[in-house]
T-cell receptor, first 115, second 116 residues
Framework: AQSVAQPEDQVNVAEGNPLTVKCTYS??????LFWYVQYPNRGLQFLLK??????LVKGSYGFEAEFNKSQTSFHLKKPSALVSDSALYFC?????????????FGGGTRLMVKP | DTAVSQTPKYLVTQMGNDKSIKCEQN?????MYWYKQDSKKFLKIMFS???????INETVPNRFSPKSPDKAHLNLHINSLELGDSAVYFC???????????????FGEGSRLTVL
């Protein structure tokens, strides 16, 4: 079975400060890891993914995430937060061994960036 | 052009009614999905189709019946609607399946279903 945990329901950051949104995962095989963002009344949008290779992955809108195999984590980061980054962020995982295309999502973390 | 489009965007109906949500993707993908997002924003996969064939069918009441007339369309029909069916339903698509798929999902804007 595969699972994802996002331990924080909400993260509050001041504009211009660095932000981190935490994610830990559990899979049987090699993890394929994803971050998505959801703005109000919109569908999810892909931000970045880790499949293999460099542990630091760069994505859209200046976001990046670091894959840490020993800690089974894939935290989302940004060096300088913008008010427009305020949204709901989802971490997701699927088992690289196959398991169809089933992507399991975490419960989401609401990011609030204050001016 | 909208990549993954769902209709209707909003649906308000009475308990016991039957309703359908349609989804179309113009990305040329071969795999499509339905996800349900509840009031706490938790996302759960319901179904996955690859080239019109059902691949994933999670524990969903059989009142929910997906239909894929071709690989660009995946519709969701719900019979005998219940209060607990109220949620936002998202359609998504991706290219490749199983080990061939390392890509991301592309989501529609969602269809908000309210059962009164």
């Amino acid at each position: 079975a595969q699972s994802v945990a996002q331990p924080e329901d909400q993260v509050n950051v001041a504009e211009g400060n660095p932000l981190t949104v935490k994610c830990t995962y559990s899979v049987s095989g090699n993890p394929y890891l994803f971050w998505y963002v959801q703005y109000p009344n919109r569908g999810l949008q892909f931000l970045l993914k880790y499949i293999t290779g460099d542990n630091l992955v760069k994505g859209s809108y200046g976001f990046e995430a670091e894959f840490n195999k020993s800690q089974t984590s894939f935290h989302l980061k940004k060096p300088s937060a913008l008010v427009s980054d305020s949204a709901l962020y989802f971490c997701a995982v699927r088992d690289g061994l196959g398991a169809g295309n089933m992507l399991t999502f975490g419960g989401g973390t609401r990011l609030m960036v204050k001016p | 052009d909208t990549a993954v489009s769902q209709t209707p965007k909003y649906l308000v109906t009475q308990m016991g009614n039957d309703k359908s949500i349609k989804c179309e993707q113009n990305l040329g993908h071969d795999t499509m999905y339905w996800y349900k997002q509840d009031s706490k924003k938790f996302l759960k996969i319901m179904f996955s189709y690859n080239n019109k064939e059902l691949i994933i069918n999670e524990t969903v009441p059989n009142r929910f019946s997906p239909k894929s007339p071709d690989k660009a369309h995946l519709n969701l029909h719900i019979n005998s609607l219940e209060l607990g069916d109220s949620a936002v339903y998202f359609c998504a698509s991706s290219q490749g399946f199983g080990l061939l798929n390392t890509g991301e999902l592309f989501f529609g804007e969602g269809s908000r279903l309210t059962v009164l």
